[in-house]
């Protein structure tokens, strides 16, 4: 089992003359213990996530300050950007790091993000597609046909040229197991959650994904990647630990409770949170917070090596730790310690 830290925060608003430092210093840590990869997201106009508007400029910053963790997308929403502008950006990062980029690409599901390319929006899982492909291309270093500012067709390509001959590739699925058949289908691997979905649903749709990627015409025998995207602290005692993330973890979801219940992928609200009442909105978050609490990597390095058997068992082939969610940078860091015994005891 590979383990990675996942930076999602909510803390864009608080005033902190160094919003980044738990980046900084997490991504020293990672590199320095051997931990997989780094990831940071792409989000925007909500201060849920709301440090996180590119992840390319994120990544850049990562790789000044590591040598060898993989610096990774978690994710570009790729029908918001021109695919000429991606892999521009990304390979980019490519040549600061070495080589030790890699993009899970996603639809996006909030329209007000689509401010940024609102024709796009109706559009947006069959243009994944067309642009992961096109990526793709110009990563190997192909030209692609574009129309220049007085109308005429150009061929271009990508420069500076990537260190890397392939882009490592990723899709993001919030739970859709149609997401899951797609990348499969395009040989990429899988980057999801547990918000909407339990182990039990998310084995079934990764035997799903497994079986589009062996019946690909030009399958290579590469099993595919899951990796799952996890709230995680750890300490020695599981009261304690218990007590130290409720806080933080409720309101991190009653941030995102808007995003995550109020939007469908019509744009339109599958719930209208203010008709809600404030207990039925303590209720829902005291359920959920059960629930990450008990299937989370929360709480001792005993219990969460059960938890990652279960992720194992399930088809998981990394854990992305999320661990900014509101609480004390200090604590985060040095919580890190206790998760890099977690993942030395995995190995064992």
């Known amino acids: ?61 990562i790789a000044a300050v590591t040598e060898r963790v993989k610096i990774r997308a978690g994710s570009v929403v790729a029908p918001l950007h021109h695919p ?21 690409f996603a639809s996006g599901w909030h329209a007000t993000d689509y401010a940024l390319r609102p024709e796009n929006y109706a559009e947006r899982k069959r243009l994944l597609g067309e642009y992961v492909a096109t990526v793709r291309r110009l990563w190997r270093g192909e030209a692609v046909s574009v129309v220049d500012g007085v109308g005429e067709t150009q061929e271009v390509r990508v420069y500076p ?5 392939e882009l490592p590739v990723w899709i993001t699925s919030a739970g859709g197991v149609e997401t899951f058949r797609m990348a499969g289908q395009l040989g990429a691997g899988v980057l999801t959650h547990l918000l909407d979905q339990d182990l039990d649903t998310l084995s079934v749709k990764i035997k799903e994904y497994r079986a589009a990627l062996a019946g690909r015409p030009d399958a290579d025998g590469w099993p595919g990647h899951v990796a799952l995207m996890i709230h995680t602290y750890l300490d020695e005692d599981e009261a304690a630990a218990r007590e130290l993330v409720r806080e933080p973890l409720t309101g991190y979801m009653r941030s995102s409770l808007g995003l995550m219940v109020g939007s469908r992928p019509d744009g339109k609200r599958a719930v209208d949170l203010s008709k809600l009442s404030a207990e039925d909105t303590e209720f829902l978050l005291d359920r959920a917070f059960t629930r990450y609490f008990d299937h989370g990597l929360l709480g001792t390095v005993t219990k969460a090596r059960q938890v990652v058997d279960q992720y194992r068992d399930a088809g998981v082939d990394e854990v992305a730790c999320l661990i900014d969610f509101g609480l004390p940078v200090d604590s985060v860091l040095s919580g890190l310690t206790r998760l890099d015994q977690l993942r030395k005891a995995c190995d064992r």
Do not use: C
Request: proline share 8%; aromatic share 14%; glycine share 6%.
């Open 84 to 104: 000429l502008r991606i892999a521009e950006e990304w390979s980019v990062v490519d040549n600061l790091s070495h080589g030790r980029v890699g993009i899970s």
């Open 161 to 165: 040229p990537p260190v890397q001959p």
């Open 1 to 61: 089992m590979d383990f990675s830290l996942f930076y999602f925060a909510n803390n864009s608003n608080e005033e902190d003359s160094d919003r980044y430092r738990l980046l900084r210093e997490g991504a020293r840590f990672a590199d320095a213990f051997g931990f997989a990869a780094i990831w940071t997201p792409e989000r925007h106009f909500h201060p849920f996530g709301g440090l996180y508007p590119n992840p390319s400029v994120t990544s850049a910053a």
